[in-house]
């Protein structure tokens, strides 16, 4: 139905709770008519520009992908070759890209950017990530949740490591579905604490409970789903080293993961550092439902297309 149209897709917050579960909900009509080959193609003759300032696999192949299943077509515009990456303005981008294309994804740094492409855009505006919030991925991420649990509500979901912008989009996402979250950071890399202020306020809605510490085991200690993503962020690679000394205590490894519930999965939105936030073992082992996941990614864009072009 029409509900969303016209709508940017910049964070969950944006959304209402009951938006957030018509998503999820038609993502999973989206995997299943997939699955059963059966044709549904919502956006025919549809374009989606996208605009990527940092590398991608999974959001770039979800999208391109995505948009053809959809009976669409996605243009891949990389900072090498649109005339954005020699200095033309956000401003005229979004101008122009409005008279060609009928939405546009951006993954880039300064979330900034992607509200001002939005501003000045005409059509959808999809948020691919920014160093703020990477909200498309959270969508997948409950799909996932959803069908490995069964349900979201009253669950705990611990994430262990950053507190950037997949952190953040958790905290939003699990405001939006009632699911407790607790983020574990070492001192000085805990969530942005306006982010944090608007997720528990949207929280009150559902009754999520959402904080955050210091002790990965603490925060672990009987957890449904444990959650981990690169210690060092896209843009961050010069920190890389300093920054592992202090995340080490943090890495998600079959000791850590002794003491979550029984029955955990294990998410990572990757790519991963195998051996550094999360070993071998347990991406490989039968509680990790990563490459789920992952390929959520595809189902999940296809809603937010959908429902928005
Ligand atoms: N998780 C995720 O966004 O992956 P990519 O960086 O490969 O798109
Ligand atoms: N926090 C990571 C997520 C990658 C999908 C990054 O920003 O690089």
Redesign the pocket.
């Given at each position: 139905d029409d509900r969303l149209r016209g709508r940017d897709f910049i964070s969950i917050h944006d959304f209402t709770v009951e938006e957030i579960a018509y998503i999820l909900e038609v993502g999973h009509g989206l995997k299943k008519m997939q699955k059963e080959g059966v044709e549904h193609h919502y956006l025919k003759g549809k374009t989606l520009g996208m605009i990527f300032q940092k590398?991608?696999?999974?959001?770039?192949v979800a999208f391109e992908v995505g948009m053809y299943q959809l009976g669409g077509h996605a243009l891949f515009l990389s900072p090498r070759d649109i005339q954005l990456g020699r200095g033309e303005t956000i401003k005229d981008t979004a101008k122009v890209l409005s008279r060609m294309v009928d939405g546009i994804m951006i993954r880039t740094f300064a979330h900034e950017e992607v509200l001002e492409l939005a501003y000045y855009a005409d059509v959808p505006v999809i948020n691919g990530?920014t160093d703020l919030l990477?909200p498309t991925?959270i969508i997948g991420d409950l799909m996932t949740i959803q069908e490995h649990k069964g349900a979201l509500k009253g669950l705990k979901c611990a994430f262990v490591g950053d507190g950037n912008n997949v952190a953040h989009s958790l905290l939003f996402g699990g405001a939006k579905v009632g699911m407790d979250v607790v983020i574990a950071t070492p001192p000085g890399f805990e969530p942005n604490s306006e982010i944090l202020a608007k997720a528990k306020e949207d929280a009150r809605a559902t009754g999520a409970r959402l904080w955050v510490v210091n002790d990965p085991k603490e925060a672990v200690k009987d957890a449904d789903i444990v959650y981990t993503d690169v210690w060092a962020s896209m843009g961050q690679e010069n920190e890389a080293e300093e920054k592992e000394k202090s995340f080490w205590p943090y890495q998600v490894n079959a000791e850590l993961m002794s003491l979550a519930a029984k029955g955990a999965i294990v998410l990572h939105?990757?790519?991963a550092k195998r051996g550094k936030e999360i070993t071998d073992e347990v991406m490989d082992g039968p509680q990790s439902v990563v490459f789920d996941q992952a390929e959520n990614r595809l189902h999940a864009h296809k809603a937010i297309m959908a429902v928005i072009m």
């Open positions: 590398s991608s696999t999974r959001t770039r990530l990477h991925q939105c990757l790519p």
